[in-house]
């Protein structure tokens, strides 16, 4: 059996080597799919791995509340996309963040609550600039660095602020702008701290820190009026009671709500980006689109194999006149669209890393790689081969010995 199998693997070398043209072009269109869906998994895969590792890096003790709609996520997802603010359908409130904070087990509560507004000071302006709204838990939970100064405080909080690296540089044009103020809503506001540059511009948080303004939620609140609440942060405790107290935030927000249940509770694995519907419906799509291009490129394995057994027809009559049997004429084909395919799956996991590692120089996104990748792809070109090169070598095998042996090129 093994020198059987040796047998068919230099015939189908020996094949792909004398037609080296005819098979790279084949392995080409393989090629081609097979990088589409390496790039689509090792960026998707990048995005979860550093969500996953920002989360484990705050913690294991975090339950995170989110507005949600209820409905399928592509319904979802075409509402936030055709809505004029996605963050007016949000019904998570200040008095929310109190209902959680009293629950037993619960350490600290910070909700983030986005508004966009032009800041000043005497020398510069920023249009459109972030303002997050939170608590003073929220460095308790979130623990980003300070270049300079401190956090907000209960001394503070009416009146002080802290800003993001950018808008430090952009409105003061240094990274130590302490004691200095802006004005917001017709207010003026000493900055208090300035957080350091963050690198990583995805975060669950969904939130631009190095552009942001910090402030006290009750202070947004009384400039702009009930602010929409994005999210909600919880620290618990102690970790084994998760589980527990999310059912508990579930309970008491939905008898606070008189019964709305449009928000989640999530903690652990499925704390995602708030924008992850939209992504993995992104992601399905270009994966929809990678898979037509693989099946072009099947079909293209399928029509070179075809030919293969046209121009071999003499060569079958003779295996066949020597005693070969009809299943030895079957595997001699199949391993020879197994191997196209395998080739071109090589190549295309060569290639999709290329371009994800090219789209890594413009984008936050590195290259993911994991074993789970590259088994996934390899496993789709086998069944690509093998669903492609059944009917060649299925007609190969089926071929009537004398006949064939009358054939010539």
Sequence with gaps: MALLLRTHLKLARASIKENRTRSFLT?????????????????????????????SGIGSDLIVVRPSTNKDSVTSVIEELTSSSSFQKSNLKIKDVEIISKIEGVSAVAPIAISSNTLKNDDNKIDSATILGTTLDFNKIESLPLKN?????????ETSVVVGHMTSLLLYNTSNPIGRTLEFMG?????????????????FDNVDFNNAVIMDIDVL???????QIQQINVRVENTEALSSISDQIKEKLIEAKSGDTNFSV??????????????NIVSGMLALVAGISLVVGGIGVMNIMLVSV???????????????????????????????????GLMGIVLGYIFAFLVSIITPFTPYISWQILVVTLGTTLVVGIIFGIYPALKAAAKNPIESLKHYR
Excluded: W
Aim: aromatic share 6%; glycine share 10%.
């Design 27 to 55: 392995c080409l269109g393989i090629a081609i799919g097979i990088a589409s869906i390496i790039l689509i998994l090792s960026l998707t895969g990048s995005i979860s791995k550093l969500i996953s590792n920002e989360v």
């Design 149 to 157: 100064g401190g956090f907000l405080n209960e001394n503070n909080k």
């Design 187 to 203: 207010k003026r506001f000493i900055v208090v701290g300035v957080l350091d540059e963050v690198t990583e511009s995805i975060n």
């Design 221 to 227: 609140d009384k400039l702009t009026g009930t602010p």
């Design 266 to 279: 999530a903690y652990g694995d499925s704390i995602t980006h708030p924008a992850s519907n939209l992504l």
């Design 310 to 344: 046209a121009e071999r027809t003499h060569e079958i009559g003779i295996r066949k006149a020597v005693g070969a049997s009809a299943y030895n004429i079957l595997m001699q084909f199949m391993f020879e669209s197994l191997i196209l395919c395998v080739l071109g």
